[in-house]
């Protein structure tokens, strides 16, 4: 691959995801501005809702179809569509036979034929065609970035007019459903291969072995991003989950951008090095530095201003979400590093290792549960939530240096360093060191933020030396 066309892809994968995540962005701020507090904590229930189901039984078909060295196999392919399809239409039948206890769990019952009509969405995705898979084997993602972006506009759009008209969180679940409709419509559109089904048993078979650490990755990573939502539906308020909603939306929009681009750009890098150890092991260590440095900045930048911003963006109603964000950031920040030794394991065929460091923090999860129940504040659950992220990054670079390469230890100081950089600005943020000075406080903490963003780089000799890899466009 050359240097120009990765370079190339990794470009229009930033500009698509940037504009879908922008998109989605804008449109909780719509809506948050148009409807209460309360109802935008009821809209909160059911994209967690959606979460869960599309997680259910998700044992990425369409991972297998980019890593397998016969991913391009027709037959393979038929075998994911008639899987997911069988997958939506259990899904789909679970969730609208629950819908009723769904409801009641938290306390909000008139929204019952709220999730029955969700119900559809997993049913309709369950047809989507999976060439936009194929085509990234060959770093070809135009299809997949037209695919997930073009809808997320329209429904921007549509949004305004259906929010104004409908006034309440019913404006959701109708603009869920018309994604749906768009999302699967368009992987037809930009299909190349016919759309066929059939049931090959050792198809779906290696897509289980492939997929079942993943799978219960995926219900671990929904309990990761979506958890403390629902511990803070259950046991406070639909006001307080919706001031907590905005704060968690505003930093892990920008989070998943941005693991979602380096996961696109850096798994079909690393597993295209993996036969040549030296060179494997000089972008695996560049990878995970990226992710690192990726999550600090995030972190400083709402250290910084991200209670002016959630003011700026949600509205004074969601004033108390200010008081969390910089806490949040840094969750994020720790979450994003964690992506870099996952990428690398995922890269040769290592399923198991996002599902173990995971399993800290679903362990973190159940504290929080048992913390909630007996009362502590918004700002307790975040801080377990943060610690169990902390765990699952070090188990995840544990069994990446036990089972891939025991050089890659060299990435633990820079990973301490910026740890340490990230929480020394957000403490900065909180303690608020001139308290009449508002203008120097901010000030103080951008020097500072600057100085320690240097000195993090310092630990990464690496970086600094393949900032070439993306100016130079030379063949590799």
């Given at each position: 691959m050359s240097r120009r066309k990765f370079l190339k892809s990794g470009g229009l994968l930033t500009a698509g995801n940037s504009i879908s995540a922008l998109s989605s962005f804008?449109?909780?701020?719509?809506?948050?501005?148009?409807?209460?507090?309360?109802?935008?904590?009821?809209?909160?229930?059911?994209?967690?809702?959606?979460?869960?189901?599309?997680?259910?039984?998700?044992?990425?078909?369409d991972k297998i179809i980019i890593q397998d060295k016969n991913g391009d196999d027709e037959q393979l392919q038929s075998s994911g569509h008639a899987f997911?399809?069988?997958?939506?239409?259990?899904?789909?039948?679970?969730?609208?036979?629950?819908?009723?206890?769904?409801?009641?769990?938290?306390?909000?019952?008139?929204t019952t034929w709220a999730f029955q009509v969700l119900a559809l969405i997993s049913v309709i995705k369950g047809f989507m065609h999976l060439d936009f898979a194929r085509f990234q084997r060959e770093m070809n993602f135009l299809p997949i970035v037209i695919i997930e972006t073009l809808p997320q506009i329209i429904v921007l759009l549509l949004s305004i007019p259906l929010t104004l008209w409908l006034k309440s969180y019913a404006a959701v679940v109708w603009l869920l459903l018309i994604n749906a409709i768009l999302y699967v419509s368009l992987s037809h559109i930009y299909a190349n291969r016919k759309y066929s089904i059939r049931w090959r048993k050792s198809d779906i078979t290696r897509m289980y072995k492939f997929g079942w650490p993943l799978l219960i990755n995926g219900m671990l990573m929904l309990i990761i991003l979506q958890g403390d939502k629902a511990i803070v539906g259950r046991a406070y308020s639909m006001e307080v989950l919706g001031w907590y909603s905005a704060a968690f939306i505003l930093t892990l929009s920008p989070a998943l951008i941005i693991t979602k681009i380096l996961s696109s750009m850096m798994l079909p890098w690393l597993a295209n090095s993996k036969e040549d150890t030296q060179l494997f092991t000089e972008r695996s260590m560049l990878a995970i530095n990226y992710c690192l440095m990726s999550g600090l900045i995030l972190s400083f930048f709402y250290s910084l201003i991200g209670t002016e911003l959630i003011v700026f963006l949600f509205g004074v109603d969601y004033t108390d979400g200010g008081k969390v964000v910089a806490l949040l950031a840094f969750m994020q920040f720790i979450r994003i590093s964690k992506s870099g030794p996952i990428l690398v394991a995922m890269s040769v065929g290592d399923t198991k290792n996002p599902m173990l460091s995971n399993s800290a923090r679903g362990v973190a999860f159940i504290f929080a549960v048992l913390f909630a129940w007996y009362g502590v504040d918004v700002?307790?659950?975040?801080?377990?939530?943060?610690?169990?992220?902390?765990?699952?990054?070090?188990?995840?670079?544990?069994?990446?240096?036990?089972?891939?390469?025991?050089?890659?230890?060299?990435?633990?100081?820079?990973?301490?360093?910026?740890?340490i950089s990230g929480l020394i600005i957000m403490l900065m943020d909180n303690v608020n060191?001139?308290?009449?000075?508002?203008?120097?406080?901010?000030?103080?903490?951008?020097?500072?933020?600057?100085?320690?963003?240097?000195?993090?780089?310092?630990?990464?000799?690496?970086?600094?030396?393949?900032?070439?890899?993306?100016?130079?466009?030379?063949?590799?």
């Open positions: 804008l449109r909780n701020i719509i809506i948050a501005r148009l409807i209460s507090v309360e109802d935008f904590g009821i809209a909160a229930i059911f994209a967690l809702t959606m979460l869960a189901v599309e997680v259910a039984g998700n044992i990425s078909v997911i399809i069988l997958r939506g239409l259990i899904s789909g039948l679970i969730l609208f036979l629950s819908a009723n206890y769904i409801a009641d769990f938290f306390n909000v019952p008139e700002v307790s659950i975040i801080m377990i939530g943060l610690l169990g992220e902390l765990a699952a990054f070090i188990i995840s670079m544990e069994l990446l240096l036990k089972k891939v390469n025991h050089k890659l230890i060299a990435n633990y100081k820079p990973a301490i360093v910026c740890f060191i001139l308290n009449d000075y508002f203008i120097w406080n901010k000030v103080i903490i951008f020097l500072m933020s600057l100085t320690l963003f240097f000195v993090s780089l310092k630990t990464m000799p690496n970086i600094k030396k393949n900032i070439k890899y993306f100016i130079f466009l030379k063949a590799s």
